[in-house]
T-cell receptor, first 115, second 113 residues
Framework: DTAVSQTPKYLVTQMGNDKSIKCEQN?????MYWYKQDSKKFLKIMFS???????INETVPNRFSPKSPDKAHLNLHINSLELGDSAVYFC??????????????FGPGTRLLVL | AQSVTQLGSHVSVSEGALVLLRCNYS??????LFWYVQYPNQGLQLLLK??????LVKGINGFEAEFKKSETSFHLTKPSAHMSDAAEYFC???????????FGAGTRLFVKA
């Protein structure tokens, strides 16, 4: 009964390839996020979707394209992978509570290594 | 605009000693503050959060944090460290309703036997 799940857990690929990471949440939340955590553990938001609508789109190369087929899923597709894309990518979800304050629930992360 | 500063990228304590992890924030609106913990090779989990009301907030695993508006701080404490507390800790701030959650750079807690 995993709350937020991501696949794959590990992804090793060559520069220039295209890859996708999938995320699913079974919490019934309306909002989902993608974060990138670099080697220094710095956590930066990339995208946020609310009810399948894009609400946050940070300064991210357009090689990164999120897709939300329904509010329980938010996938991340990356074209033309570069060495600098190597990082841990976390999916998260939240439900806006009283006063609009959200606790975010994180997936286990996808460790991407670009060679 | 909002930001979070965590003082000390690494903190080392002995088992049984006090844990103090520092977090200062800036926010243009009343802040909502969070502490998350990340164990090795795992995602982040919520430890505690401050929304409104009581400024001393208790969380899981014996942790607590106090919101001090005058000092713009939200430091995390635990009276007695346990080996299992060794992890990365993130402070975060949001303005709620449409504001992004901004995470600090993280503090790695080491616990020595």
């Amino acid at each position: 009964d995993t709350a937020v799940s991501q696949t794959p857990k590990y992804l090793v690929t060559q520069m220039g390839n295209d890859k996708s990471i999938k995320c699913e949440q079974n919490l019934g939340h309306d909002t989902m996020y993608w974060y990138k955590q670099d080697s220094k553990k710095f956590l930066k938001i990339m995208f946020s979707y609310n009810n399948k609508e894009l609400i946050i789109n940070e300064t991210v190369p357009n090689r990164f394209s999120p897709k939300s087929p329904d509010k329980a899923h938010l996938n991340l597709h990356i074209n033309s992978l570069e060495l600098g894309d190597s990082a841990v990518y976390f999916c998260a979800s939240s439900q806006e509570g009283q006063g609009g304050i959200e606790t975010q629930y994180f997936g286990p992360g996808t460790r991407l290594l670009v060679l | 605009a909002q930001s979070v500063t965590q003082l000390g990228s690494h903190v080392s304590v002995s088992e049984g000693a006090l844990v103090l992890l520092r977090c200062n924030y800036s926010s243009s609106v009343p802040p909502y503050l969070f502490w998350y913990v990340q164990y090795p090779n795992q995602g982040l989990q919520l430890l505690l959060k401050y929304t409104t009301g009581a400024t001393l907030v208790k969380g899981i695993n014996g942790f607590e944090a106090e919101f001090k508006k005058s000092e713009t701080s939200f430091h995390l404490t635990k009276p007695s460290a346990h080996m299992s507390d060794a992890a990365e800790y993130f402070c975060a701030v949001t303005g709620g309703g449409g504001f992004k959650t901004i995470f600090g750079a993280g503090t790695r807690l080491f616990v020595k036997a």
